[in-house]
């Protein structure tokens, strides 16, 4: 396996480098005049004249590329103009903030959508299936801002039970010293259980928000993965044998059925990045889609360079996790790759 | 791993996952501080840059700056008939300085002696000196926001003694004071940022982006770029009384209904930029405080590219304007929240002030006329441009306006450009129609005529117009006040506004409102030109 994931990680390299091309390309293709924006509403010609230079945006395209390229090999991902900070600092700071909420986002839709999807399977047409095709079917059709919103209207400004929508924390708690820059964990750590509550609290309509989306292709995955398992013969074997439904069901069937549901995860997680934008948007949760978008509509170069170049690490890594998961779980996949 | 270990501990772990999401409740609701002392604002962005010199500071930067800064001078406030104080142009305060002297060719300001920076240094002419030299020399807005006031070389600021400090005019320029009271000119620690400066970056323009380095009521002790900024008083602050408010937390939250629900729910103190409709609805409510105050010396208005046919002929010009379906535009997309600038009576003179009225109204028999006249009975096409960025405004505004240009025969298309993208779009000047506001900081006649109309061919002149006759007015009517020859002012002032209504090649709307929402028990609001908040002033019941 050792192998295996070296030679995985030598062709990332690769596509690694066709990304940084590419996004390099396409945002100076880009409508957007990165001086004009930031020269202000009252900036004349030359005060814009002046801030391109200053900025090393009069320089011709390639040679910019070649700056862009030494900076990179010194781990220097550019100074974002909307922030005024480092890339490399902010998207740091901010990476883990998206995954916390993108991770219990989709442990909650796990721990939702795969004994939902297993009972569809096991009662075909019930009532549990009829219900599972309902909330899928919703969880898919509603878009995440709007799931958001129409949670933040519920339970912060009808109800009053969900904290005020303003990022990770109320603003009288005080951030948790950081070690892994995970609030829940590096409040645990320091033992200070009123700012775990606080980011708790916080994070629960966001998570839910994600959850939401992220149902539906779990547990209809689950659910089809469980009926073709269950009607296979080694199934009806083991019932024969005399084994409890309880241990046919999850024993032999669901681990057979892990199989596309791992891959299917690995689709959802790449999703919920994707979602995680819109979620940060409606929560003014300052993880790094929020970053992204906001410097887009700047025209601000270097952040939506560093944040797509962070993305396609985070695919590269995510994609050979699964395979590696898959490995584990089916031996079979281990001689395929 | 192996498969089956594998496969056994995926329960546990999953169980445990859970485990730790249903996490019992062990906490108290007890707040670390008190929320009296605090005030929160929300909105939509922050500031990129805490120095209002620095290289593309936007405009939430302003603020701070505003209030972590003191400048020589600054405003009076006087007080509008709704009960809201208003910076008051032509009434000085000093600020930093404990008086100011004006002379022929300079003025002189003697600083106050007990002033002393955050960190407890005290204030110098040699850092006002340093300051105004960097504002003058960094390039970019901040030297050209001090051009506008013929304040252009080091030489001119002087240092007379430790507490004594001259401005040498270069021209009688009657901006030249109010400049000093403008944003940019702050007073900077300079023996901190001295040190501080490499020789890369002469001015510390690195360590002033991060730090505010100033001696204003406020410093910032915590800033999150795009989540948070967090202010604390300095309560050494000498240049006015000892602001109420202890702290100022101002949290990013780019969903506008968020912030109005944070208002409502009573969680924010104030927040600024909603959506009109937004605004008029919390009016209706009564809930909370809302202030809408006129943008000073800004306008929205229409633009025609007068270079291009067909807007190069005066009459299409003038169909335009009869076609503009003014009180739909107040009513609909506005929700009256912005103060007409069409319709006034035909009989009313030209005042010396601006903005004021056009005599236009909606007309469409009149404008169809206009359009036949100057031969295009059958009308043409064009397409009407307008910035995205504030689409909420702009683009109900544009179709509205595009519907009665149809029924003229003028068939219009939407051309949406991105805020990033517009200020590219109105340099190059080609657009041939467009929307588009512009407010300066300075609020004087001739100030947004000489940006706007003048043959300089500004940026914001952007319809390109060049008129021999404007100019001569504009030339005048800045002579004749940095003369103090009131009359010809005057005069001159009636002239260039007669002329760009009958020219009109740009078509008045409305002056944008300033709308602040806050909680019932914050008061203290003051308008400033800059439009953004001064927090020395606020104070929470």
Redesign the interface.
């Given at each position: 396996m050792g192998a295996m994931i070296l030679r995985r990680l030598a062709v990332a390299v690769f596509s690694l480098i066709g990304v940084v091309v590419i996004t390099f390309a396409l945002t100076r293709v880009l409508?957007?005049?990165?001086a004009?924006?930031?020269?202000?509403?009252?900036?004349?010609?030359?005060?814009?004249e002046?801030?391109r230079h200053?900025?090393g945006l009069d320089k011709p395209a390639a040679e910019q590329f070649a700056d862009y390229v030494a900076a990179l090999a010194r781990g220097d991902l550019g100074n974002?103009?909307?922030?005024?900070?480092p890339v490399l600092s902010?998207l740091l700071?901010r990476l883990p903030a998206s995954a916390e909420l993108t991770l219990?986002g989709l442990?909650?839709s796990?721990?939702i959508a795969i004994p939902f999807g297993i009972l569809a399977a096991v009662k075909p047409g019930s009532f549990v299936d009829h219900a599972c095709r309902l909330v899928t079917t919703a969880g898919v059709s509603l878009p995440v801002f709007f799931t958001g919103?129409l949670l933040?209207?519920v339970f912060?400004?009808i109800l009053?039970w969900a904290p005020?929508?303003?990022?990770r924390l109320d603003?009288?708690?005080?951030a948790p010293p950081t070690v892994t820059g995970f609030f829940l964990i590096d409040s645990a750590l320091a033992g200070d259980?009123?700012t775990?509550?606080g980011a708790?609290s916080q994070l629960v309509l966001p998570v839910l928000t994600l959850a939401i989306f992220a149902l539906a292709p779990i547990a209809r995955m689950t659910r089809a993965a469980m009926l073709a398992v269950l009607t296979s013969d080694f199934v009806r074997t083991a019932r024969a044998s005399g084994l409890t439904p309880w241990s046919v069901l999850?024993t032999y069937a669901f681990?057979n059925a892990?199989l596309p549901v791992v891959t299917t995860l690995g689709m959802v997680f790449s999703f919920l990045l994707g979602a995680n934008v819109l979620v940060e948007?409606?929560?003014?949760w300052?993880g790094i889609g929020?970053?992204a978008i906001?410097a887009l509509?700047?025209?601000d170069f270097a952040p939506v360079q560093g944040f797509v170049l962070a993305m396609a690490v985070m695919y590269v890594l995510l994609n050979l996790l699964i395979d590696v998961l898959q490995g584990?779980?089916?031996?079979r996949a281990r001689t395929a790759t | 791993m192996q498969r089956r270990d594998f496969l056994t501990t995926l329960p546990a772990g999953l169980a445990a996952a859970g485990a730790g999401l249903a996490m019992p409740a062990i906490w108290s609701p007890a707040r670390a501080q008190s929320r009296q002392e605090t005030l929160l604002i929300v909105s939509e962005s922050g500031p990129n840059n805490l120095d209002v010199m620095g290289v593309g500071t936007t405009v939430p930067g302003y603020e701070v700056s505003w209030n972590c800064y003191d400048r020589l001078i600054s405003h009076e406030m006087k007080t509008l008939p709704d009960g809201t104080p208003y910076y008051d142009r032509d009434r000085f305060r000093p600020e930093l300085a404990e008086d100011m002297s004006v002379g022929d060719m300079s003025v002189t300001f003697r600083l106050r002696r007990d002033a002393t920076f955050h960190d407890g240094a005290p204030v110098t002419a040699r850092d006002v000196k340093w300051s105004f030299d960097r504002a003058v020399t960094v390039g970019g807005f901040p030297t050209f926001q001090m051009k506008a006031g013929s304040l252009e070389k080091p030489e001119q600021f002087v240092v007379v003694d430790d507490h004594t400090f001259r401005v040498d005019f270069i021209r009688k320029d009657r901006l030249t004071i109010p400049d000093l009271a403008v944003v940019v000119p702050c007073v900077m620690n300079s023996e901190l940022l001295k040190k501080r400066a490499t020789p890369a970056d002469p001015w510390a323009l690195d360590y002033a982006k991060q730090n505010t380095a100033g001696g204003g009521a406020y410093r910032v002790t915590r800033w999150t770029p795009g989540s948070e900024v967090v202010f604390e008083r300095f309560d050494n602050w000498k240049s006015g009384p000892l602001p109420k408010v202890r702290r100022v937390i101002w949290r990013m939250v780019p969903s506008s209904g968020n912030r109005r629900a944070l208002l409502e729910r009573g969680d924010a103190d104030i927040s600024y930029d909603l959506p009109n409709k937004d605004f008029s609805e919390m009016r209706g409510a009564g809930k909370l405080t809302i202030t809408s105050v006129p943008y000073s010396n800004g306008l929205q208005y229409l633009g025609m590219n007068v270079k291009k046919a067909p807007f190069d002929n005066l009459k299409v010009r003038q169909a335009v304007a009869y076609a503009v379906p003014y009180q739909k535009i107040m009513d609909a997309v506005l929700y009256g929240l912005g103060k007409p600038m069409f319709g006034a009576p035909a009989d009313a003179p030209t005042t010396v002030s601006w903005p004021q009225p056009t005599k236009y109204v909606t007309d469409l028999a009149r404008a169809k006329q206009l359009l036949t006249e100057a031969g295009y009975p059958d009308g043409f096409e064009v397409p009407m441009s307008f910035d995205l960025g504030f689409s909420q405004v702009n683009e109900p505004l544009c179709t509205l306006v595009q519907e009665n240009l149809a029924q003229i025969g003028i068939r219009t298309t939407l051309n949406k450009i991105p805020g990033a993208n517009w200020r590219t779009e109105l340099n190059k000047k080609e657009m041939p129609l467009f929307t588009n506001v512009f407010s300066g900081w300075l609020d004087y006649p001739e100030y947004f005529f000489f940006w706007c109309y003048h043959g300089q061919n500004s940026v914001f002149n952007t319809m390109s117009y060049q008129s021999p006759g404007m100019d001569r007015l504009i030339d005048g009517a800045r002579a004749a006040a940095a003369a103090g020859d009131t009359e010809s002012y005057d005069r001159d002032v009636r002239g260039f506004v007669d002329l760009a209504f009958s020219d009109i090649p740009r078509i008045p709307l409305y002056q944008p409102y300033s709308n602040v929402a806050m909680q019932k028990n914050i008061s203290g609001y003051q308008y400033w030109f800059h439009r953004r908040l001064d927090y020395r002033a606020f104070s929470k019941a």
């Open positions: 409508p957007g005049d990165t004009a924006y930031f020269a202000g509403p009252a900036a004349s010609r030359e005060a814009i002046q801030l200053s900025l974002s103009l909307t922030t005024g900070q902010d700071s219990l442990l909650v796990l721990a919103l933040v209207y912060y400004f009053g005020a929508p303003l990022g603003v009288f708690l005080s259980w009123e775990f509550r708790l999850i681990r892990l948007k409606v929560f003014a300052p929020s970053y906001e509509i700047a025209s584990l779980i089916d031996p | -």
